[in-house]
Nanobody
Framework: QVQLVESGGDLVQPGGSLKLSCTASLISFSYFNIGWYRQAPGKERELVASISSAGDTNYVESVKGRFTVSRDNWEKAAYLQMNSLKPEDTAVYYC????????????WGQGTQVTVSS
């Protein structure tokens, strides 16, 4: 019924860039807030960037100025542009869609691996 699929993760050298994509099968995609999370080995999953249904964006302090989150409601997709990547950005990145009004409508993708290493 509902499918979120992340793609774009790769092995990249420090200072490099990657663009992650999250495609959704949600009929009412425009009514969902989108969050990008990451989880590194031995660490808890953390929210790194989000974009609301209205287009408002937020970032965790450690990625401000380097990451940019965006969405395309026509394509039912969200993106995370990552520049100036650091080894500490290494993690599995997940996208999440949460309906702005319906509490039970919350979905996760399967994740995509980002590895920043020389």
């Amino acid at each position: 019924q509902v499918q979120l699929v992340e793609s774009g993760g790769d092995l990249v050298q420090p200072g490099g860039s990657l663009k992650l994509s999250c495609t959704a099968s949600l009929i009412s995609f425009s009514y969902f807030n989108i969050g990008w999370y990451r989880q590194a080995p031995g660490k808890e999953r953390e929210l790194v960037a989000s974009i609301s249904s209205a287009g408002d964006t937020n970032y965790v302090e450690s990625v401000k100025g380097r990451f940019t989150v965006s969405r395309d409601n026509w394509e039912k997709a969200a993106y995370l542009q990552m520049n100036s990547l650091k080894p500490e950005d290494t993690a599995v990145y997940y996208c999440q869609a949460q309906h702005i009004r319906i509490a039970g409508s919350k979905y996760w993708g399967q994740g995509t691996q980002v590895t920043v290493s020389s």
